[in-house]
């Protein structure tokens, strides 16, 4: 068998090839790619993009469309790495025992 690329500007794209015919996609399966509304609960953060996920919540976003929404907990507007907010959670006195054994080096 023989499998290789198209050459650019052969259907636009490097497109593989089988015997010199273009191979096309399977159809129906692949999950549809819709606009969703996703929202970080913690920080009320809400934010439209393209996702194949799919929600039975619907919400009314900026422009009057309803799309699906998709609550989180954690995105980049309240991820401490993003909002500079790092936090040490101490448990134990782990953290002390820490400092104590490593204080005079």
């Known amino acids: 068998m023989s499998h290789r690329l198209a050459k650019p500007g052969r259907g636009g794209y490097d497109a593989p090839l089988f015997y010199g015919r273009f ?10 790619y819709n606009e969703v509304v ?3 609960v913690t920080a009320d953060f809400k934010f439209l993009t393209r996702s194949t996920i799919t929600s039975k919540e619907k919400t009314t976003w900026e422009d009057g469309k309803e799309y699906p929404l998709v609550k989180l907990e954690l995105s980049s507007a309240s991820h401490p790495f993003y909002t500079g907010k790092h936090k ?3 448990t134990g006195g782990r953290l002390e025992k820490f400092r104590k054994r490593y204080a005079g080096k």
Request: hydrophobic letters at 50%; a negative charge.
């Open 88 to 90: 040490i959670v101490d």
């Open 38 to 40: 996703f929202h970080d």
């Open 23 to 32: 191979l096309a996609m399977k159809a129906d399966i692949h999950p549809k």
